[in-house]
């Protein structure tokens, strides 16, 4: 199945019979002994013999290396593999030699400045540059293993240092100087260098010098011992540290010059040291070896990019983001590479350099692309491109309009959506020269990587998001985290979901053509209601509407729902407009009639600006921390810390405005307030409930509401009639049906056992809707309803209800076996029912107990105690209970009245604990949910003493959320499967 059918833009597709990958695949022909004709089949055989892919691509990619290519990967395990431990090479010899193609005449490197100056180098003049450097940095004193940070623009002096660096042997970290020594330190702490390079420009910010802010970062680095200034401003003096002027250095050296060894270094020799985002707490700092950056960024640039001499590859980065490693490596094909130091003035700066620089491949990010398009600028119409032959993106998702964008205002070149990241210095996804391009995917996955999406039980699915895994080693995987002696947190990160299989932390979804869609960070992936959400899906159609210039979609703690969560929208709006009733009831209209109802956020925020690191990416969990009111773990990790106040201030000032209506007890005045307390806020008479962001299970909640307030109730088909206030009235106004004790919930043959789902604690069966939705069998489904209360307003016991709804069953059912299950209370009731039907000679066909806990009559004085411990604990532990543990700790010290919801559980709970259970000879099935406190908090064993037939099933999720849309379709596949084995022969 392909997700998206339609080809955007077929004439464009790139390569031909003279592209690279077509010469390679001869090659993996050859070594598999059969065809590989399509780009699927190329896949397949680079990640199941993926042993001899990367082999073949060592041996044919021409790179300089010594020693023996086998064994190419010690391990199949992803965490412990190690690829080629007999090869040595070294990563700036790679990138700087005479290439057949590239000469020393060669192109090799342009550096533009903010003022439209440029210095350049061909590949000889590089490598004289480079060799220049490396004699300087040998004098003083750098050395293989050492540990070198530069702080520097994006320009040719910090690439020929890292160049220099890189050829000693060195490990090398890079940053920015605009980040300020806060976040600076944040990495580099971590890493305690023992050489610093800086380039002060731009080192001064908030009105801190650059001299200053330069004196705190070393003084925050002890272990520096050298700081080699790029800049031409004066020499700094710091205690301790030998400060020196670069280019001083290189104009002094003795002619000729005396080059030191370039070693040749093991395939995994530390080069780089990268860093995380750091929006979870302190950046990670990943160790990358210099063997596997080279191969995945060779096989990338010439596989996927098609990237070769004379080529002109440009791609906007800075310093501190893993593209700048990458498009250097870009040096070892022989293509020219072009960088930029000066600042993005207007949507019309990077086109004009691609424009005056002859760029072929242009590398940019889906902000810069939406400023394009948001200001209205064409560069087709603008300047002139005639060399530009593909378009990569990257850092962000790419949405299915920039790709319309981009073939209306640019022309008809490919568009390769990359994604992977600093954790793997490479992509997962890319282009593909073979491959059409379609709206809003990803060509390609990478070659000699399986990548897959696996679903919430670890199964790899297709045409379906899921958890981006790759399942086979891969060269490029990092050697491991500094400071982290034994792995511990570097298998944490990476490996504690699925043991030895990498695991990312992005969502993607996979098509069977190799095509994918990137839906963004696991941890910014939604759970409303149970329904999993790709933020990009909202961005994709709040986008659309000409107000909204940027948005972050949000999962907060709900305050009015303790235990679960809300989605909130944050909206930067276009210059001149204003975030009123009109636009955010639009907004919400806009995502429930384009996406779904779980699309649709409860509150909608207008905010100056969103939450953004340094490198430029949204932080979702920056913003969910404001959001929730929990300090935020690293506020240098963010360019802009200040949107985090302004965020919590939006969401204190629309709480005061949301507060609890004042009202009489009057059915209108209800029916508003518990519409606004379920939606958090105030509504008008006429607003949709789930265009305000209402959920199915708010709807099931506020239907509870209302019964227990105005003491009568709504049906769900007449609440879904008109859901809203004034249809609610309308409803209401209606004589009210009568009850009925047992109603169809989903019609079957008669010839089977009807199955019975018992009511809860509120006397509703409201809950098992998501349940019934899903069960595939072919028996009757029945909901019993009832009443815990008596006439006289006491609590009826456990056997008086389960005796009333026998009554019931037996009068609807005179003959033949039933079914009956019951979540919690109302599987007590269930149980109770079973007994007294097996008393009268009625056969209970199947007995289905969905995680109901012994009550305490049935238990020892001893287990008494354990089960009360037990509560406790699963109290305390976040997400065993609906409300989080902060929440029952203040509820002990509450003195408020109990609401109406809250005194009938309580009253339900009374019941159930003082229900004494009798022996049970039948089958019972009994559902345990996977999230508990393990053995007592169930007590099987006392289960077992009154139901010895006792089959347990373990069930995903835990008790609050059991019957939940998230866990409903495992749960009913387990419930089918049992209540298929009970059938009846047909006939």
Known sequence: MTADPALLLPEARAGGPGHQLAAFRERCEAVAGHPLPTATALHAFSVERYRDFWGAFLDWSGLAWTGRSNPVCTDDDVRTARFFPEVRLNYAENLLRPLPDAGDCAAALTSVHADGTADRYTRGELRAAVERTSAVLHGLGVRVGDRVVAIAPNHAGVAVAALAVAALGATLSTATPDM?????????????????????????????????????????????????????????????????????????????????????LAFDHPLWTMFSSGTTGPPKAIVHGAGGALLEHVKEHRLHGDLHAGDVLYFHTTTAWMMWNWQLSALAVGAHVVVYDGPVAGPETLWELVAEHGVTVFGTSPAYLQLCQDEGYRPRDAVALPALRSVLSTGAVLHDWQFDWLADAVGPLPVQSISGGTDIIGCFVLGHPEQPVRRGRSQSLGLGLDVAALDEDGAAVLGEPGELVCRRPFPSRPLGFLDDEDGARFGEAYFSQHPGVWTHGDMIEIDDDGSARLMGRSDGVLNIDGVRIGPSEIYTIVRRLPEVQGALAVEQQDPADRGSTRLVLLVVLQPGAVMDDALAQRIRSELRREGSAAHVPSVVLAVDELPTTHNGKFSERAARDALNGVAPRNLAALRNPGSLAAIAAAAQQRATAAARPAGSDEPADVVRRVFAEVLGSAVSDSQHFFDAGGTSRQSMTLLRRLRLELGRPLPMEDFLADPTVSGVLVALSRPAAPQQAITTLRPGRADQPPLHLVHGAFGDVDSFQYLVEHLDVSCRVYGVSGSLAAPDGSRRPVTEVAADHVAEIVAAHPTGPVSLAGFSFGGLVAYEMARQLTAMGRQVAFLGLLDVRPPTPGLTRAEQRVKRLAAVAATLTPGLRVRTPAQAIADLFRHTPRSAEAAEEAAAAGSYEQYRWGPYAGPVTFYRVAKRIPVFEHFMYAWRRVAPDLTVVDSPGAHHDMLSREHAVTLAAQLSEALRRVELPAG
């Not at 020594?181 to 010098?209: N, Y």
């Not at 031409?232 to 205690?239: I, Q, S, T």
């Open 180 to 264: 300020g020594p806060t976040a600076l330190l944040g990495r580099f702490g971590q890493v305690r260098p023992r050489v610093l390079l800086v380039d002060r420009v731009g080192m001064a910010r908030d009105g801190v010098p650059a001299e200053e802010a330069l004196r705190t970062l070393v003084a925050g680095l002890p272990q520096v011992e050298l700081l080699v200034v790029l800049d031409g401003d004066a020499l700094p003096a710091f205690p301790g540290v030998t400060a020196v002027r670069l280019a001083e250095l290189l104009a002094a050296l003795a002619e000729p010059v005396e080059v030191p060894e370039w070693p040749r």
